[in-house]
């Protein structure tokens, strides 16, 4: 089972940026995708972006699209998240994730708070 760890979370202002980086215990590569979801109080875990392992394709959810950018370094076993242009509505707990070839979840990290607040 892959373990995968968050980092980068933290308090921003408005309009600020942040990158969150998530590395892999092993490859990940060409096993389907990796994706960021978060999760704010009281609502449902969503999906942020997600990045193909093997394709290089990209997917992001409309609030974020312009304003985020998914990346991999797939000899790093890493994931990465730049967020720009940051809005309080952003504020949540960010979750890499391992999806399997039909986008299932396979693992989670443990998450990383984002709170953008002035």
């Known amino acids: 089972q892959v373990q995968l760890v968050e980092s980068g979370g933290g308090l921003v202002q408005p309009g600020g940026s942040l990158t969150l980086s998530c590395l892999a215990s092993?490859?990940?590569?060409?096993?389907?995708?990796m994706s960021w979801y978060r999760q704010a109080p009281g609502k449902e875990r969503e999906l942020v972006a997600l990045i193909t392992t093997s394709g290089r394709q990209t997917t992001y959810a409309d609030s974020v699209k312009g304003r985020f950018a998914i990346s991999s370094d797939n000899a790093e076993n890493a994931l990465y998240l730049q967020m720009n242009s940051l809005k309080p509505e952003d504020t949540a707990l960010y979750y890499c994730?391992?999806?399997?070839?039909?986008?299932?979840?396979?693992?989670w990290g443990q998450g990383t708070q984002v709170t953008v607040s002035s």
């Open positions: 092993e490859s990940i590569y060409n096993q389907g995708a």
């Open positions: 994730a391992r999806l399997g070839l039909g986008w299932e979840s396979l693992e």
